[in-house]
């Protein structure tokens, strides 16, 4: 069965800082790669997708990703955070074409 | 346009009870998926259903079931609920086909079971 990893529960750094959440997953085949933001008391939002093309993926509010194929990654950046990206992230690759696998989510918290 | 509607947004239920989630998916969206999430298990895919037809089933037990309507309109059903159902259940929808493929999620149920 498909499995994502994300490596980091909990990450607390300052504003400006740099951010880079790591996402493993374990399919071999053709999937398409998500990252979702959580933030507190609210629904899940789309921050960026992978289908195909460039593995460099751009989102929304400076967000990026990268798809590396050889390492079964796509981790998630932000050059410069703000404290309004406390959130909870999660990566989710869908195999099948029609079902979500989630990581366990990463809880950021961007101190002021 | 208006997003991924679910209701209620809150209920809370008595063990041994039946419940029905309601989710209203984005104009023109087919696809309409389940799942739940819990400070334990995550998020967790329930079902996904297309056209009327259940394509993909999580693990769950047989007491979690759901059906889609012909205007897209998807419930799910838990009954005899248990304590660890308690849980917030999510629905997203998606566009299938040239252009889809992401999911749009609702703000989701919280179930709460005493």
């Known amino acids: 069965a498909q499995s994502v990893s994300q490596h980091n529960h909990h990450v607390i750094l300052s504003e400006a800082a740099s951010l880079e959440l790591g996402c493993n997953y374990s399919?071999?085949?053709?999937?398409?790669l998500f990252w979702y933001v959580q933030y507190p008391g609210q629904h899940l939002q789309l921050l960026l997708k992978y289908f195909s093309g460039d593995p460099l993926v751009k989102g929304i509010k400076g967000f990026e990703a990268e798809f590396i194929k050889s390492k079964f990654s796509f981790n998630l950046r932000k050059p410069s955070v703000q404290w309004s990206d406390t959130a909870e992230y999660f990566c989710?690759?869908?195999?099948?074409?029609?079902?979500?696998?989630f990581g366990g989510g990463t809880r950021v918290l961007v101190k002021p | 346009k208006a997003g991924v509607t679910q209701t209620p947004r809150y209920l809370i239920k008595t063990r041994g009870q039946q419940v029905t989630l309601s989710c209203s998916p984005i104009?023109?969206?087919?696809?309409v998926s389940w799942y739940q999430q819990t400070p334990g298990q995550g998020l967790q895919f329930l079902f996904e259903y297309f056209s009327e037809t259940q394509r993909n089933k999580g693990n769950f037990p047989g007491r979690f079931s759901g059906r889609q309507f012909s205007n897209s309109r998807s419930e799910m059903n838990v009954s005899t609920l248990e304590l660890g159902d308690s849980a917030l259940y999510l629905c997203?929808?998606?566009?299938?086909?040239?252009?889809?493929?992401?999911?749009?999620f609702g703000s989701g149920t919280r179930l709460t079971v005493v």
């Open positions: 104009s023109g969206h087919r696809s």
């Open positions: 989710a690759v869908d195999s099948a074409g029609n079902k979500l696998t």
């Open positions: 399919y071999g085949g053709t999937v398409n």
């Open positions: 997203a929808s998606s566009l299938i086909g040239p252009g889809g493929g992401g999911y749009t």
